[in-house]
């Protein structure tokens, strides 16, 4: 990956595809096997990112930024669609296969992720794309959607901002995840009240309506057109046209027809 050229300070950024992922309850591993867990994470991840045919973010100059228990990655945009499909499965099915080997002395692995995209200045990380990361990862809704994943044995949880979204799943990059894979929802964080932003919220495995009682901050279902209610003008009005012809060839009563069939109209012209 070819790094940005050196910009004036009114420069618009390069644009950036950001990938952050954080260990649940890091800070519980005894410090001793901190190091080893969390080069588990990594070997797991250059593993999983190799699979995926994905450049090194460490090829590029400020492209991996440790954050102590987790890192964000930083990647050309055009390889947006690969981190949502097959990124996120492969990577969560690598979980999976860590923890059936995994001895009973290690710590277990469970990972949430966030991913974004936007423009960024590197390699001292300025721009908001980044900031906006960090909270998409360590929204309310990242977290909760975690216990989600716990409940179906899956070991990542991710919070995909709505662009990322747009780009990717709505436009049909994403071979293996349609829109029903995510459910839409409201990332806040808690100790950052004027931060609220859209995001689609993905757990391998499930649906997004099976991630939803899991979420405070999801948002609410779409009514199918359906189910839609209709207008009152439109239940009141009849529909020009609608309904069946009846032929009767004998003498009949009105109010005995209206009894049966609830509205009939009569054309008494041929009679």
């Known amino acids: 990956m070819d790094a940005p050229l050196h910009a004036e300070p009114l420069d618009v950024p390069a644009?950036?595809?950001?990938?952050?992922?954080?260990?649940?309850?890091?800070?519980?591993?005894?410090e001793a096997k901190m190091a080893a867990a969390r080069c588990d994470v990594d070997d797991i991840v250059a593993t999983v990112l190799a699979e995926c045919e994905l450049p090194d973010p460490q090829a590029l100059p400020g492209g991996y930024k440790d954050s102590g228990d987790g890192a964000i990655l930083l990647f050309p945009p055009s390889v947006l669609a690969r981190l949502v499909d097959p990124l996120l499965g492969r990577l969560n099915a690598a979980l999976v296969r860590y923890e059936r080997q995994r001895l009973a002395s290690s710590p277990l692995l469970r990972l949430r992720a966030s991913l974004?995209?936007?423009?960024?200045?590197?390699p001292d990380h300025r721009?908001?794309?980044i900031n906006e990361t960090a909270r998409l990862l360590n929204s309310?809704?990242?977290?909760?959607?975690?216990?989600?994943?716990?409940?179906?044995?899956?070991?990542l949880a991710a919070a995909v901002s709505e662009v990322v979204y747009q780009r990717t799943v709505q436009a049909g990059r994403t071979p293996d995840l349609g829109p029903h894979h995510f459910l839409d929802a409201v990332a806040r964080v808690s100790d950052?009240?004027?931060?609220?932003?859209?995001?689609?919220?993905h757990v391998p495995g499930l649906t997004g309506p099976a991630i939803r009682p899991y979420l405070a901050d999801a948002a609410p279902p779409t009514p199918s057109p359906s189910s839609a209610p209709q207008s009152r003008d439109a239940q009141a009005t009849p529909v020009v046209g609608s309904g069946g012809t009846f032929q009767f060839h004998q003498q009949v009563n009105d109010a005995t027809i209206a009894g049966h069939i609830g509205t009939v109209r009569i054309d008494r012209r041929q009679r």
């Open 192 to 201: 950052k009240p004027r931060f609220e932003q859209s995001c689609r919220i």
């Open 15 to 30: 644009e950036l595809a950001l990938v952050a992922l954080d260990m649940e309850k890091y800070s519980q591993i005894p």
């Open 116 to 122: 974004h995209v936007g423009t960024l200045s590197l």
């Open 127 to 129: 721009g908001k794309a």
């Open 140 to 155: 309310q809704a990242a977290r909760q959607a975690l216990s989600a994943a716990k409940d179906c044995g899956a070991f």
